[in-house]
């Protein structure tokens, strides 16, 4: 289990993946990546229980984890390699023809650590849901995470699963949004408005937990505070900042879905530690 320090570090290295990738690709996205970096380096590297020696998408004693915002596959994709699930070396593959790293994440691609495909927007958290029953079921006492984007809280989808899940009292779900106010056009107020996601959420039966997405010990004491088996599904809304890290992406839906050129990727690598060594 990594401490908030060591978190840190690998968060900085992640970062530097994610816009090496995005930038050697000539596509991706990078601004939500690097905004959601630091929960989930806190998620793989302190707070999920997994082994990338044996998982498989049906392993039993692991935790699982459904990543709904597929577009942040960057990020994901470096935690997978940063935490020993196939070679970093294969990063720099992200967005080519024929290999495992596609814009999104494909379970036909095999790569180890993804449980579910994902890139239309809204459809994990009915997935989680059901991995989370049957895990309880199978009187399994791991648990299930699943990544929302705020954005992506606008699909219907999402609500149908929200019920759903406080309807069958599973409280071994631990949703977390990505709650950074921005999405692919602009504000997400602005966009289509899902108004105070703390009431929504407390509406559909689920306990809601607030934390700062981008300090340690507020994100692993949300994780605690989810961890209590009350009969009810868990959402942490994570305040977050879309580019953080990057003085010229952060704060702006305009790196969502962009590519830093060499001079920029340059630019931003010049203020993000390298810590683990590049791939
Ligand atoms: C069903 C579906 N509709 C539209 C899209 C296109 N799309 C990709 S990301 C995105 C915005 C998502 O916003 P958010 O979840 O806030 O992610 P962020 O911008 O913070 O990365 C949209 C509309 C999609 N991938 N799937």
Redesign the pocket.
Known sequence: MANTQELSRIASQVRRDIVRMVSAAGSG?P??SL?ITDVMTALYFNEMKHDPATWTRSAKGQDAFIIS????APVYYSILARAGYFPVSELGTLRKFGTRLQGHPCITDSLPGVFQSS????QGLSCAAGIALGKKLDGESERVYCL??????E?GQIWEAGMWAAHHKLDNLIAFT?W?G???DGP?EAVGGIGDLRDKWSAFGWEVIEADGHDYDSILKAFELAHAANGKPKMILFRTE?GHGVDFMAGT?KW??KAPSAEQCAQALAQLEETLGDY
């Open positions: 996205h601004g939500g905004g915002a597929g577009h942040l890139g239309s927007l809204g929302l984007g705020d954005g992506e809280s699909e990505d950074n921005q999405q692919i997400v879309m839906h969502h879905g």
